[in-house]
T-cell receptor, first 114, second 115 residues
Framework: AQSVTQLDSQVPVFEEAPVELRCNYSSSVSVYLFWYVQYPNQGLQLLLKYLSGSTLVESINGFEAEFNKSQTSFHLRKPSVHISDTAEYFCAVSEDFGNEKLTFGTGTRLTIIP | DVKVTQSSRYLVKRTGEKVFLECVQDMDHENMFWYRQDPGLGLRLIYFSYDVKMKEKGDIPEGYSVSREKKERFSLILESASTNQTSMYLC??????????????FGDGTRLSIL
């Protein structure tokens, strides 16, 4: 069975500072990894995904995440955050085949301090 | 762009009522999911469906049932609502069959309060 751990439930960061949101997973098979973002009073939106190939994946709004197989991690980073990045971020993992489910972490609430 | 529509954003019901939450997707996706989201617990899967009339229990199915009579529509039913079912409910859909490389697409959620 797969599992996802997001170590930080809340992360406060000053505007224009860098941020890293941590995600570790466990699985006995090949996996795909996702980061979702949830803005207040909305559903989840896909931020970025790792399927295969380059271990560094990027989103259109400046976030990036690096798949590290040896450390079973998929940390999310942004070099300079903006007020509009205030949201909850969820890491999720799915198995390669045969299991339709996504397993989510418990989420990290990112608060940007002006 | 994929659109997943949940019929209500906010819903208030009374204990013991039968409650229906409706979800419709417009991308012909095989897979549909119902989650509940509670602070500190993340998203927990209630039920999912991989085809019309097919359903499988998720992690917390007790007190819930589902219906999928048409491919685009997936309904969550609270047979007899209780206060501990007060929560945010999220519906999602995904294509790709049993391959895990397709992301799930979410609706905006229904915030359900049981009084």
């Amino acid at each position: 069975a797969q599992s996802v751990t997001q170590l930080d439930s809340q992360v406060p960061v000053f505007e224009e500072a860098p941020v890293e949101l941590r995600c570790n997973y466990s699985s006995s098979v090949s996996v795909y990894l996702f980061w979702y973002v949830q803005y207040p009073n909305q559903g989840l939106q896909l931020l970025l995904k790792y399927l295969s190939g380059s271990t560094l994946v990027e989103s259109i709004n400046g976030f990036e995440a690096e798949f590290n197989k040896s450390q079973t991690s998929f940390h999310l980073r942004k070099p300079s955050v903006h007020i509009s990045d205030t949201a909850e971020y969820f890491c999720a993992v799915s198995e390669d085949f045969g299991n339709e489910k996504l397993t989510f972490g418990t989420g990290t609430r990112l608060t940007i301090i002006p | 762009d994929v659109k997943v529509t949940q019929s209500s954003r906010y819903l208030v019901k009374r204990t013991g009522e039968k409650v229906f939450l409706e979800c419709v997707q417009d991308m012909d996706h095989e897979n549909m999911f119902w989650y509940r989201q509670d602070p500190g617990l993340g998203l927990r899967l209630i039920y999912f469906s991989y085809d019309v009339k097919m359903k499988e229990k998720g992690d917390i199915p007790e007190g819930y049932s589902v219906s999928r009579e048409k491919k685009e529509r997936f309904s969550l039913i609270l047979e007899s609502a209780s206060t501990n079912q007060t929560s945010m409910y999220l519906c999602a859909s995904r294509g790709g069959g049993s391959w895990g490389n397709q992301p799930q697409h979410f609706g905006d959620g229904t915030r359900l309060s049981i009084l």
